[in-house]
């Protein structure tokens, strides 16, 4: 399989930690290289678009106003199967049962909000990779 590339996000929870140095070493140290990166605060359209496929879901509203409460980093990693590899890395999607070793499972615990705080955004699939990249990067 050629390279890839994924969007990768630290989250408003794991920028307010201090975990965006954190986040960046395990992907380097995974051996991914990091292409491109900014800190920046996302506002409603932005998201709109990035979590079209969660509207209508009870976690959707949360999930809005969380991603909107402080500043986020987009992150473009490269590497052969990075989409894989970078989701692996992240964990599954509640922290409370992820893996130890990935970044949920080390890092993050269920807070006990309406929206689940897991520190780290990937993308999913080459489809959804190509997308997102675009909402954050432009062409
Ligand atoms: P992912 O981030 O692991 O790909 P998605 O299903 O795409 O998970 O959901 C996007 C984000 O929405 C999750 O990372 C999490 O922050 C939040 N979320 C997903 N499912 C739930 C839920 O059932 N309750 C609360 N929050 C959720
Ligand atoms: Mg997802």
Do not use: C, W
Request: charge should be neutral; proline fraction near 5%; aromatic fraction near 6%.
């Amino acid at each position: 399989m050629s390279s890839q590339q994924t969007l990768i996000l630290v989250k408003p929870d794991g920028v307010k930690r201090g975990l965006v140095g954190e986040v960046i070493a395990r992907v380097e140290r995974k051996g991914y290289k990091v292409s491109n990166l900014k800190m920046l605060t996302a506002d409603k359209s932005i998201l709109a678009k990035h979590y079209a496929e969660h509207e209508g879901k009870p976690f959707y509203e949360p999930l809005m106003e969380f991603m909107m409460s402080g500043p986020i980093v987009a992150i473009i990693a490269e590497g052969e199967r990075v989409i894989e590899g970078f989701r692996k890395l992240a964990g599954t999607t509640d922290p409370t049962t992820a893996e130890p070793g990935t970044i949920r499972g080390d890092l993050a615990r269920d807070m006990g909000t309406k929206v689940v705080q897991n520190i780290v955004h990937g993308s999913d699939s080459p489809e959804s990779a190509e997308r997102e990249i675009k909402i954050f990067f432009g062409n």
